[in-house]
């Protein structure tokens, strides 16, 4: 597997992390671009994302904890610096969800996917340097969560809310999203950052808050005729259960894993454990014979999403690295081989650098959407190549 270890830094660092230290810096404003279009061209006067800056922070403190480059610590602090300056609600807590370019606020909504985002950076970043500004950054975010975010009644996260965090009409994640309020990929990235700052700060609070969102997953968003996990529902739970997100599906495995070796509980693991490979092996319902995963399956009308979109291969890598890892089968193996095969050859841009946005169903790339911008971040394939490095398997 050393091979396949050095093939994923070489990616990372040469592919990847270097894009964005050469094209994506905003030496002008601060931060880092807002977009860099499909064709490679930096759109310099683009709003900026809390997400896509988080993700940032997120992607280069961990590149440093593990190679220890000076300038990923330098691009690092950067993004810490420049979300604490410009995203950070200072008068209500919580983070915009953008600004402009000059750092203005532009959507003050207070989106919990983003805010989670926030603190799966600013933990990383504490993780990877022992920061204490960063960490109580991140602590401070959580609670915010807590007490605007989390309703006790239904058991759930609100999807957003206003800045101000009164009810909002609006509380979709973007325009391809249904208007539920609670959503299965907002709760995947609240025990995604929840987990990370357990790691740096082991408290009976946070641990309950974690526990609690292993339950929901199990009990709420876990469809247990199919074992897909279900997308968009209402206050009480309510949903259609209409859409198969394999990409989702392949990342909650891994994610809900880990959740529960990082708490170190046996029973429970091993509960999750029985969990996860069957959402696992639903999603294999994705695979395709090339070696990768197309999107989603709508169940009305029985139609697919057959785009290979890059996130989705890095989720599906990592998650059948983690089977093999564990449960060594060799047939995890193999599937993560051969998706990593399927990227290298189709979506890796080796001209220009970073990964084009997808495959598209007639085979031509995606160049309509972002190299780098609000959803296009350092974020999947970073955290692929890091984990196939950390990784024993």
């Known amino acids: 597997m050393e091979n396949l270890k050095e093939t994923m830094r070489d ?54 904890r593990v190679l220890k480059k000076p300038e990923y610590l330098e691009a690092a602090t950067r993004a810490k610096d420049y979300v604490r300056d410009y995203f950070l609600d200072r008068e209500y807590g919580g983070i ?49 969560i807590e007490k605007h975010a989390f ?47 357990y790691r740096v700060w082991k408290t009976p609070e946070l641990e309950k808050s974690i526990r609690n969102l292993l339950d929901i997953f199990t009990d709420k968003l876990l469809n247990e005729e199919t074992y897909h996990l279900d997308l968009f529902f209402n206050d009480e739970w309510e949903g259609k259960r209409n859409i198969e997100s394999y990409g989702h599906d392949i990342e909650a495995s ?18 999750i454990e029985r969990i996860i490979r069957r959402i696992a092996d639903a999603a294999d319902e994705g695979l395709r014979p090339d070696g990768s995963m197309v999107y989603e399956h709508w169940k009305d009308g029985d139609k697919y999403d057959l785009q290979r979109q890059w996130w989705v291969q890095c989720e599906n890598i990592i998650g059948h690295i983690d089977l093999y890892q564990y449960f060594r089968t060799e047939e995890n193996l193999l599937v993560a081989i051969s998706c990593w095969n399927y990227v290298a050859k ?32 350092p974020y999947h394939n970073s955290r692929m190549c890091l984990e196939l490095i950390e990784r024993d398997y």
Not at 254 to 271: F, S, Y
Not at 359 to 375: Q, R, S, Y
Request: overall charge negative; proline content about 2%.
């Open 11 to 64: 990616v990372l660092e040469n592919n990847i992390l270097s894009y964005w230290l050469m094209k994506v810096k905003d030496e002008e404003n601060g931060g880092f671009y807002g977009r860099v279009d499909g064709n490679d061209q930096v759109h310099p006067v683009a709003e900026k994302g809390a997400v896509m800056n988080a993700r940032i922070l997120w992607a280069f403190s961990a590149a440093y």
């Open 96 to 144: 915009y969800w953008s600004v402009d370019y000059q750092g203005n606020p532009l959507d003050t909504k207070k989106q919990t996917y983003a805010i989670g985002f926030a603190i799966y950076g600013f933990s990383e970043y504490a993780r990877a340097t022992g920061n204490k500004e960063a960490l109580d950054i991140a602590i401070s975010l959580y609670h915010d």
């Open 151 to 197: 309703d006790v009644e239904n058991n759930g996260y609100i999807e957003a809310l206003t800045r101000e965090w009164n009810p909002i009409a609006d509380m979709r994640l973007s325009d391809k999203d249904e208007n539920g309020s609670r959503t299965m990929n907002t709760h995947l990235h609240i025990i995604e950052p929840y987990t990370n700052l």
């Open 254 to 271: 891994w994610l809900l894993h880990e959740t529960a070796l990082v708490l170190d509980d046996k029973i429970l693991l091993h509960k």
């Open 346 to 377: 189709h979506l890796l841009d080796n001209k220009n650098g970073e990964w084009h946005w997808a495959i598209l169903e007639d085979g031509t790339v995606n160049k309509e959407d972002d190299k780098a911008g609000f959803w296009k971040c």
